[in-house]
């Protein structure tokens, strides 16, 4: 009896099941990044511009949502060939949030989003390839 072995098949059958698991995985990390900077508390200073009252993320807290502009910024981005994805919070003020500045201590929001997700991540990808396997 032959068994018939098909590698390329097999690979390509393995690779789209992975690319699954990272499109989960990354959407996974997107909607926790959105989530810490739409959820409250903050413990930052409290102030008040154009009439209405604002309350401030702290240092090393996610970023306040005040216009809702970085929060709505986010898109992915996937690299097919590579099986990657890259999250991104697109507004121009998203890294000095993220890593700090001189005159600012950082707000991290999509590292912290990743280190969460992590487990998604693996958990998904792994999901994804043993349904293919047991085929």
């Not at 990272?22 to 996974?28: K, L, P, S």
């Not at 700090?100 to 390839?129: H, Q, V, W, Y």
């Amino acid at each position: 009896m032959a068994v018939e072995w098909d590698a390329a098949a097999i690979r390509a059958k393995i690779e789209a099941a992975a690319m699954r698991g990272v499109i989960t995985g990354a959407a996974a990390v997107q909607d926790d990044g959105t989530r810490r900077i739409q959820s409250p508390p903050k413990s930052g200073r409290i102030y008040v511009r154009r009439g209405v009252s604002h309350q401030a993320s702290a240092p090393g807290e996610a970023p306040a949502n005040d216009t809702g502009r970085l929060a709505n910024s986010t898109d992915i981005r996937y690299d097919v060939p590579v099986l990657a994805a890259y999250v991104n919070w697109a507004a121009g003020y998203a890294r000095a949030l993220e890593y700090g500045t001189e005159r600012m201590e950082p707000r991290p929001f999509a590292r912290p989003s990743l280190i969460a997700k992590e487990k998604t991540i693996r958990d998904a990808i792994a999901s994804e390839i043993a349904q293919v396997l047991q085929r």
